[in-house]
């Protein structure tokens, strides 16, 4: 059988189904020693297919299918034309790259054959098949065309351009007369059929994201979508057939799959060029600056300080790290210039070189962090430097680095959006027919949170049917056929977008190597691969990720800066001159009412924060690697707390652990220890000693690691006359401790952040939390700080016309600060209204601002209805004012309004009613205000009482602040929810007995809610919980 060399897969975007690693398996099955790959208009699925067909043992070939700007003989509105072409070497790759980015870079379009040509060398090109240009003139009656057409190819492609047979049953009398006119032109024929799908029952399929693509119904798609019939795998027998009608083109087939010799050049690292001065190299350069920084920092280079300096340049320059360490350094440079505030994260606070550059702020001598954590030179792939920036901020520093290095070398990482439950019932539903707002609603009967990776992809997404529950409620075939194919479609890619952070900066041109395209959304350029891929070639990776607590903390310091300058010579050094010892802070953070602040104001790491007894942005830190999955699961967390407040002595396997576990009260809470103890005690090299924290994080129990054991046992006993079973007990407490442990560098980065964020709160509780609210909130709703605005003593106020911004602001009317919601919370609330609004205050009336606004009257009407326009008179008179002076369609744009009555104002209920419909919450009043009189009479109890009472029955009231439903290992669903009230917050558990039984309503409307059952302590994290026995809207 003949080589497959015009197959596509699901990377072939709504219009192929499988995987490159199905394709490549069925390959290998069938005894095929090669596969090509020639996905449209798309290389995305190229480094998949190569780890693949690796896998497989086959020989893959590269090759891309590309739509052609057809002739003016082709009819309009048919099918576009197609060309496939295949790399025959490292040349060949690069033209694929260069002209499916041209395709992909202005909007998907079609290519010129003048374009092609220019970009040529190295392929392969076939014409022919369904969509192939002689072929479509065929179809049309025009044979002399067709032939014409042929011999201009070949023309333009001599020695490269093949005629591809497909032997598809529907096209055996057309190739006929395709292959009598590539006779006349001595156009070499090539068998090729197509591939889109595996087997015949997998058409169906093809053919609805196809509809999907074209966003039409099934029943409506053709050829010119994409669609292709007798389009599978084909078996032997099918290729035998057409290989005995045109042997030639089989022996063809053999022909170009053996020319096409190209491979992925996997295993380089590829550093950017970056320029410098006087012929200086990246190391030279990256030495000065780094003693330049140290003397900055540390005033005397000690000789202990230049020893870990020199350690690090010299593992850096042997790598060939330097460039990443210099470009991180002069972007991070010019944030530091422009005001724009950052912070590093992840294991990058191990290095102090990047300390020295400014690029990280935790000190790794202070807090023994070791370099081998960022950067062992025993590991194959160079490590992320991460740095969080200002989210308001973050797209200035992603220009600057397009400015400095070139667009020709500079792209954003592409991530891959993959069909998800919600998104393929929806489009599957659209596609068989259901009207948009029929399958909008199907869809979000679904539960949106879902993993949909490389490895769910179309095989359901997850070991549970997620559509069980409804395909049990709709029966019916169609209802049937939705949730079949939506199945199939989970995990599948749907379309690319730009990764959250991700940027690239390439050796040389990026589409020498990788192909682009331009986002649909801010329009940057991005590459067609995602991390993965881009690992594999080698590019090096920076990421930038935008974080909303950096942009409140931004927010507060401008602040500070507008009122202080005479302090602060910079908004950012208010936040560099934060001390790290403050009693406000520490309070803060000790009692844990630090709502809002960075990474600390959930409820289990407030919990922590208080159990700790917080006051130091050390103890942040520990908090911070106490609190997750692993400590809490292995009662890691308590028995720290216990031996932190003096409950339990602390003891020690070795005298020799104390050194290295003392802070943490005997307990391996940081992946740094696991370091330490390999190499201070058994002398493990500290290269060794990060591959084996690696393996024990991802529970190798290989060769490796018994080595490494080996070793440890041997040289415990050498250094520190352990004996064998000790050193094996202290290998097992570091391995049960090691995939729980949390970097100790990645914690002190955050606890910084975390610190300054509290201090923020601390000092300034009006305009944090005025940040907080003008950037959307984040752990909790928004409702959550306005009722933490209302608790530290600023009542938050609806927009208003004469003193609102476009976001949340404080204001100081008459010394006390007035927190006032942004006019951009106002529902229907156009921007030229808004902008007017603010050029043309203060207004003095509601004819005033009428005729000097000139807003829409459903505007008007909701700014008055939400509160926008009080003191100007009450809502009933002002509504009463505009209704008689609303103009018709067609009559100039002046109201005639009537002076104001002096009518009654609206009740609270009637006020937060209409704040809750136009603004999204109610700001006049907490919920639970409106139902006062039945909460004493009920004698519902307060969450804060609530934790107090352990195995008690209570009855709770309170706003569901968010919710989630799962299902258990029996299949019953159940449900978490939190609820919210005037004190704080608690976690409530609606187990399946009670689930069922719980109005929908509960989990859809704002409207309060009382809870009746059991106060329950989680067995797991240790966290009280209320184990509901019945929930019910209040007020009925």
């Not at 202070?366 to 792939?381: D, G, V």
């Not at 200002?390 to 397009?402: A, K, L, T, V």
């Not at 500290?686 to 046992?713: C, I, T, W, Y």
């Not at 250094?719 to 049960?736: F, G, N, P, T």
Request: proline content about 6%; charged content about 20%; hydrophobic content about 40%.
């Amino acid at each position: 059988m003949p080589p497959l060399i015009c197959v596509h897969s699901y990377y072939s975007l709504l219009e192929g189904v499988h995987s490159p690693a199905d394709l490549a398996t069925r390959a290998a099955a069938q005894g095929l020693p090669v596969l090509a790959l020639t996905d449209h208009n798309m290389l995305t699925g190229s480094v998949e297919f190569a780890l693949a067909c690796r896998k497989a043992a086959i020989r893959p070939i590269f090759g891309l299918e590309v739509d052609v700007q057809p002739p003016s003989e082709v009819q309009p509105n048919g099918p576009l034309p197609r060309l496939t072409l295949l790399a025959e070497n490292e040349e060949g790759w690069s033209n694929l790259c260069r002209l499916s980015s041209l395709v992909n870079v202005d909007a998907e379009r079609p290519l010129t054959t003048n374009e092609i040509s220019l970009h040529c060398a190295g392929l392969l090109l076939l014409t022919g098949g369904s969509r192939g240009i002689a072929n479509l003139l065929l179809r049309q009656g025009q044979p002399g065309f067709a032939r014409q057409m042929l011999a201009e190819l070949l023309k333009l492609f001599p020695d490269r351009l093949f005629g591809r047979l497909t032997g598809s049953s529907p096209l055996l009398a057309e190739e006929e007369l395709f292959a009598d006119l590539a006779g006349q032109v001595n156009l070499p024929l090539v068998q090729a059929p197509e591939v889109f799908y595996l087997a015949k029952e997998d058409e169906n399929l093809h053919r609805t994201v196809c509809a999907i693509r074209a966003n039409l119904p099934v029943q409506k798609i053709a050829a010119s979508h994409g669609y292709t019939q007798f389009a599978t795998f084909p078996q032997s027998v099918s290729s035998e057939n057409l290989a005995a009608r045109y042997p030639q083109a089989a022996q063809n087939a053999d022909m170009v799959a053996s020319r096409c010799t190209f491979e992925m050049p996997f295993g380089i690292v590829r550093f950017p060029k970056i320029p410098l001065p006087n012929g200086q190299t990246p190391s030279q350069a990256l030495r000065e600056k780094a003693y330049r920084g140290a003397r900055t920092l540390y005033k005397t280079i000690t000789p202990a300080l230049e020893e870990r300096l020199e350690h690090e340049l010299t593992t850096i320059a042997g790598l060939g790290y330097d460039p990443i360490f210099l470009i991180m350094e002069e972007l991070l440079a010019y944030a530091r210039k422009q005001g724009i505030l950052f912070s590093s994260r992840g294991s990058a606070a191990s290095s102090l070189v990047a300390h020295c550059l400014g690029i990280t702020s935790p000190d790794p001598l202070r807090l023994s962090l070791y370099f081998e954590r960022f950067l062992n030179p025993a590991r194959s792939s160079p490590p992320d430097i991460d740095t969080d920036i200002d989210s308001r901020r973050r797209d200035e520093i992603i220009q600057h680095c397009f400015e400095t290095y070139g667009d020709e070398q500079v792209a954003m990482v592409a991530t891959i959006n993959r069909f998800r439950p919600r998104s393929a019932a929806g489009d599957v539903a659209k596609a068989l027919g259901f009207s948009p707002a029929e399958s909008r609603k199907l869809s979000h009967e679904l539960p949106n949170a879902f993993f949909a990776g490389r490895g769910l992809a179309g095989s359901g997404g997850s070991e549970k049917d997620i559509f069980a529950d409804l395909a049990h409620r709709y029966s019916d075939a169609v209802h049937q056929e939705v949730f079949a194919q939506s199945r199939r479609l989970l995990g599948i890619p749907r379309h690319l977008s730009v990764h959250p952070g991700g940027l690239v900066i390439s050796p040389g041109k990026m589409t020498d190597l990788v192909p682009v395209m331009r986002s649909g959304g801010k329009g940057v350029l991005i590459s067609q691969f995602d991390l993965e891929s881009l690992a594999y070639l080698g590019l090096v990776k920076i990421d930038l990720l935008g974080i909303r607590g950096l942009t409140v903390m931004a927010d507060v310091a401008v602040a500070i800066h507008s009122w202080s300058k005479a302090d602060y010579a910079r908004p950012t050094q208010v936040l560099e001159k934060i001390p790290l010892e403050d009693k406000p802070t520490s309070e803060i953070v000790s009692t844990g009412k630090t709502i809002g602040c960075f990474q600390i104001e959930s409820p289990g790491m407030r919990s922590t924060l208080q159990l700790i007894h917080a006051v130091t942005p050390d103890d942040v830190m520990a908090a911070l690697a106490l609190y997750r999955p692993g400590p809490l699961r292995g009662g890691l967390r308590d028995a720290f707390i216990r031996r932190h407040n003096k409950e339990e002595p602390v003891s020690q396997l070795h005298p020799s652990l104390t050194a290295v576990l003392d802070d943490t009260y005997g307990v391996i809470l940081y992946q740094e220890q696991v370091l330490r103890i390999a190499h201070e005690i058994a002398g493990l090299s500290l290269a060794e000693s990060d591959l084996l924290r690696r393996a024990m994080s991802h529970f190798d129990p290989g060769k490796l690691m018994q080595n490494l054991k080996e070793k440890f046992v041997r040289g415990a006993g050498e250094r520190q006359q352990i004996a064998s079973d000790l050193a094996e007990k202290i290998w097992d407490m570091m391995a049960a401790f090691a995939g729980y442990g949390f970097p100790k560098a990645h914690a002190a980065s955050y606890a910084q952040v975390a610190w300054n964020s509290a201090w923020c709160k601390a000092h300034y509780p009006a305009e944090f939390l005025s940040a907080v609210l003008a950037n959307w909130g984040g752990y909790y709703s928004q409702r959550v700080y306005l009722m933490e605005a209302r608790r530290v003593g600023f009542p938050p106020r609806p927009p208003h016309i004469n003193f609102s911004g476009r976001e949340c602001a404080v204001l100081y009317p008459g010394g006390s600060a007035i927190l006032y919601l942004g006019l951009d919370q106002v529902r229907d609330l156009t921007n030229r209204t808004l902008q007017r609004i603010i050029q043309q205050r203060p207004f003095h009336s509601l004819e005033e601002f009428l005729l000097r606004v000139d807003p829409r009257p459903a505007e008007a009407q909701n700014l008055i209805r939400c509160g926008a326009l009080v003191g100007l008179g009450t809502i009933p008179s002002l509504l009463q004012q505009l209704g008689r002076g609303t103009r018709k369609p067609g009559q100039p744009s002046l109201f005639e309004v009537e002076p104001a009555m002096d009518e009654p104002d609206w009740t609270l209920v009637e006020r937060v009613a209409a704040q809750q419909e136009i603004l999204g919450i109610g700001v006049d009043a907490h919920p639970l205000d409106l139902y006062a009189e039945q909460l004493r009479r009920i004698q519902a109890i307060s969450t804060v009482e609530a934790l107090g009472t352990s195995g008690k029955k209570v009855t709770v009231a309170g706003v569901r602040q968010s919710h989630r439903r799962s299902k258990t290992s029996s299949g019953e669903w159940m449900a978490f929810l939190t609820l919210e009230d005037f004190d704080g917050m608690l976690d409530v558990v609606l187990f399946p007995t009670v689930f069922r039984f719980t109005r929908k309503e509960i989990f859809t409307e704002n409207r309060p809610i009382l809870v009746e059952g059991v106060m329950e302590t989680n067995s797991e994290r240790e966290d009280p919980f209320l184990r509901a026995e019945r929930v019910h809207l209040l007020g009925e």
